[in-house]
């Protein structure tokens, strides 16, 4: 193995074929990546990462391949939800507890309207990379990128790309992936993990080859999804992407277009496995009606079966009168239905939800039965990134969900 620091990545449990191949696909353009002010420091770091155990197991990654099938066929729906950027200060039980509580109750509530068995994935266990549209914020600091990064605190040397929070994310991961595991074993439902696949130094520690073929799962989490903003068909993301066993989310903004999600499809699903590939709608509810049937069309032509999931917080952002980043709740009602209403028109499956929620009671989105204004969100705004529905909005707006689902 050369001791140079490509080859220093992919060393541990990975074959000399298998490095080859993660070094190949990220010599390419990586979007939204740190500076890390000491390259020596972050190969310590992977090296450390790519010996030890990891988070999720092959046969938990298969098991969702499996329930994602059924829904890419029909046979069950999708909810998934957590905090738009996890921290390691609220890596605990009771936060953890209060988002699995609120999501596993939107997927009662869904199931029994859809008449389906639900898949729930949390964005939870590794949700801590952030991708960001300035590179400096309002106090001309360098951005916060999550956790996993540098901190959010706007304090110049705290802003620096550390490392070594690399190793803080992986044993966060591991402690609510504990947690998960534990709350299954008590009889809560069965639950999957996901986060964005953004942070490569770290996510490429996390391949292991598994199965008779040694095939590479990124064992950083269940499920994964490459964001809206490193979905460059010739970037490090969508190669790192192909590599990998587990299904693949690709977030696709109004600027999509029906060619670019072809190929990602020949390129991620090419051997036409059902739920392979979730395509994760973001677009604005004004723009649903005007962008998705284009896609879906294109896609149910290609014969891919994929899962349709509708993310409706990411494309409804706004900042208040009052300076805070926020979502209003009809606007983003309003892209759920449009939705559901382009995919009953043109027969094809609605498979899923993707929110950014809390089982806290923050005060980060306006509207909903309870009225939060732009002058209410400053009573309880704690989130690390975006803007999450608290509890009582996610239960109406599942409920509002369930009654789509049954009309
Ligand atoms: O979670 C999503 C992105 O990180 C976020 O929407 C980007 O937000 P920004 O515009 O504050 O950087
Ligand atoms: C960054 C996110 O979304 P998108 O890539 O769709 O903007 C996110 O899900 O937090
Ligand atoms: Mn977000």
């Known amino acids: 193995m050369p001791v140079t620091e490509a080859g220093r990545s992919a060393s541990g449990p990975l074959p000399p074929a298998a490095c080859g191949r993660i070094d190949a696909a990220l010599a390419r353009p990586a979007a939204q990546q740190p500076q890390w002010p000491d390259r020596r420091a972050v190969a310590e770091v992977r090296d450390v990462l790519a010996t030890a155990p990891p988070i999720t197991t092959p046969v938990e990654v298969d098991r969702l391949r499996r329930r994602l099938a059924a829904v890419a066929r029909g046979d069950a729906f999708l909810a998934q939800g957590g905090d738009c950027a996890e921290t390691f200060a609220s890596n605990t039980p009771e936060h953890l507890g209060a988002n699995l509580r609120t999501l596993l109750r939107m997927s009662t509530v869904l199931g029994h309207a859809a008449r389906v068995p639900v898949v729930t994935v949390g964005r939870i266990a ?24 540098n901190a959010a605190a706007p304090d110049p040397r705290l802003r620096v790309p550390d490392p070594r929070r ?49 095939r590479l799962y990124n064992l950083s989490s269940h499920f994964l999804w490459i964001g809206e903003r490193t979905r460059e068909l010739d970037g490090a993301h969508i190669a790192f992407a192909e590599l990998m066993a587990n299904p693949i989310g690709i977030k696709l903004g109004p600027t999509a277009t029906a060619q670019q999600v072809l190929e990602y499809l020949e390129r991620l699903d090419p051997h036409r496995e059902p739920g392979r590939v979730t395509l994760i709608t973001r677009l604005g509810h004004q723009h649903v009606e005007q962008v998705l049937p284009g896609l879906v069309e294109t896609v149910a032509a290609s014969g891919h079966q994929v899962v349709w999931q509708c993310d409706p917080m990411h494309g409804n952002t706004h900042e208040s009168t009052t300076g805070f980043k926020t979502r209003h709740f009809d606007r983003i009602l309003a892209e759920v239905r449009s939705f559901f209403a382009v995919h009953r028109a043109l027969g094809t499956y609605p498979g899923g939800i993707h929110l950014e929620l809390t089982g806290e009671p923050v005060t980060e989105c306006v509207g909903g039965a309870l009225h939060v204004s732009d002058h209410d969100l400053r009573g309880c705004y704690s989130t690390a990134c975006d803007p999450r529905l608290n509890h009582r909005q996610v239960m109406e707006l599942a409920v509002r969900i369930a009654r789509i689902l049954r009309s």
């Open 126 to 149: 590794g949700q801590f990379a952030k991708p960001r549209s300035k590179t400096t914020d309002a106090h001309g600091l360098p951005v916060y990128r999550g956790d996993i990064v």
């Open 166 to 214: 690399m190793l803080r994310a992986y044993a966060n991961s591991r402690a609510a992936m504990r947690l998960i595991r534990m709350l299954r074993r008590a009889g809560a439902a069965e639950i999957f993990a996901s986060h964005e696949c953004l942070l490569l130094d770290y996510e490429r520690t996390m391949l292991r080859p598994a199965g008779s073929d040694g």
